[in-house]
């Protein structure tokens, strides 16, 4: 577990040499590369099949420099010593597009796709961009992370809005061994409430981030964080219990860039201005949203005149609807299908006509709609009044802001996916039959094998999250 800054030192060298010839060094560090999770790897390969640019490839991560530790390596003590890759996973993209073309009509419904794109067909990299990189609820999931979703807004700024468990690593596939550069480019973080899928990956973000600063040479400078102002005792405890963190950020409360804002008390112009000079924004709203204590949405205007707005957690919200009013994008959370209005009530989430119904309100142009329940482990119900303004979103998507492609998309990814959808009907109707109610979380996932299964065992089961 020696980082490979020691590793390489000869102090480190000469006393690895002290052990016996027949000894057997097993190296557990950064440099190690390894595919643990093949699901999401087979999921990504099948999307890219309909849309290289809009579903990239994932990244094998980073190079390794020799043979390393691998995830399920065992090494044998008895009756032989030996190491067994036999329970290591490998991706087999072949298989994996070979699996996905056997689906009856879906190579037809893939080439229809890309003929009516082709007169589109504009530049895959353009600015801005958003990538996906958690669209589930809840828990980590092997197809869907919790929230996270980075909006590149030039080659030289991103901004990030919300950070659970595993943004870190989702950026690691994203963007492979360029993953510092795109950490480098993060100069704001908007965490909308503090359920633990919204925030607990924020700390770990905030060290690499520094660490990839240190190692492309680029003077430190601290993130801007606007967040509601109790994430400061969680990251004060983290800093004077475990360690220094506070010098990572600079905060604004998100409170203070709502419009009803108590402006000498609370608005900290300063950090507001210098954050808006940087990311080239010329607004950044708040407002306080129907989810939880706390729980805000905020919609931001570039200077070039687009205008994005992110729900975070809420049931319909008017003062979102008022801030985002006119949005080039709206990225709102659609946790449930419209059959289960109760339960989203209950919990404070929108189902999906309800998002879309947001979109219309504010005129959105396009409208992506995310926060799936891990019931919809690889794709969500579609509801009646999906139009061409909205998109569903999937883990690394990378969407321009302009664009018209995604509607034809759903064609394919609904014959990809035409087993997931069925068995979701399914459950629909026998729900209905029953007189409603809530069915078990995640039934349609679990009947498929380990698709239910947590992609981390990590602190979010413990705390709250939603
Ligand atoms: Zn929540
Ligand atoms: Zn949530």
Request: aromatic share 8%.
């Amino acid at each position: 577990m020696t980082p490979e800054s020691v590793l390489k030192t000869d102090q480190y060298k000469e006393w690895m040499e002290r052990f016996p010839s027949s000894t057997e060094h097993l190296i557990l560090n950064e440099h190690v590369s390894t595919v643990h999770n093949v699901r999401s790897h087979k999921i990504q390969t099948q999307l890219n099949m309909i849309h290289p640019h809009i579903f990239p490839l994932l990244r094998a991560a980073l190079h390794v420099p020799n043979v390393r530790a691998e995830c399920l390596l065992k090494f044998q003590l008895r009756p032989v010593m030996e190491w067994q890759r036999d329970a290591v996973p490998s991706c087999n993209t072949e298989e994996f597009m070979k699996e996905a073309s056997e689906i009856p009509n879906f190579l037809e419904e893939v080439e229809k796709c890309r003929t009516s794109l082709l007169p589109a067909a504009g530049p895959a990299d353009g600015f801005p961009h958003v990538v996906f990189l958690g669209t589930g609820s809840a828990i980590p999931m092997k197809t869907r992370n919790v929230s996270g979703t980075l909006v590149n807004i030039s080659s030289s700024q991103s901004l990030l809005l919300d950070c659970g468990e595993g943004t870190f690593s989702q950026l690691c596939r994203h963007y492979g061994d360029a993953v510092d550069q795109a950490l480098s480019r993060i100069s704001a973080v908007f965490i909308s409430h503090l359920h633990a899928d919204h925030h607990t990956g924020l700390i770990k973000l905030l060290q690499q981030r520094q660490r990839a600063l240190a190692n492309l040479g680029i003077p430190f400078n601290p993130v801007y964080l606007v967040a509601p102002v109790q994430i400061l005792a969680w990251l004060g405890q983290y800093h004077d219990f475990c360690e220094e963190i506070l010098h990572h950020f600079s905060h604004i409360p998100s409170r203070s860039l709502c419009d009803d804002a108590d402006v000498s008390k609370l608005k900290p112009d300063s950090s507001l201005q210098s954050m808006l000079r940087t990311t080239s924004l010329q607004q950044f709203r708040t407002c306080l949203v129907r989810h939880c204590k706390n729980a805000f949405a905020c919609s931001f205007v570039h200077q070039s005149g687009w205008k994005l707005a992110f729900s975070g957690d809420t049931m319909p919200c008017d003062a979102f609807v008022h801030i985002g009013n006119e949005a080039t994008l709206l990225i709102h959370e659609a946790t449930l299908e419209d059959e289960l209005l109760e339960q989203a009530v209950e919990k404070r989430h929108s189902t999906t006509s309800q998002a879309i119904g947001i979109g219309m309100k504010m005129n959105a142009d396009f409208i992506m709609l995310n926060h799936f329940s891990q019931r919809y482990a690889k794709i969500p119900l579609f509801s009646e009044d999906f139009s061409d303004k909205v998109g569903i979103s999937f883990d690394h998507m990378k969407v321009r802001l302009y664009f018209k492609t995604l509607p034809k998309l759903t064609a394919a990814l609904k014959t990809l996916f035409a087993e997931e959808l069925e068995e979701m009907e399914e459950q629909r109707e026998l729900r209905s039959r029953r007189g409603g109610g809530c069915s078990p979380v995640m039934q349609a996932g679990a009947k498929r094998g380990q698709q239910g299964a947590p992609l981390h065992s990590g602190d979010s089961k413990r705390l709250k999250s939603s």
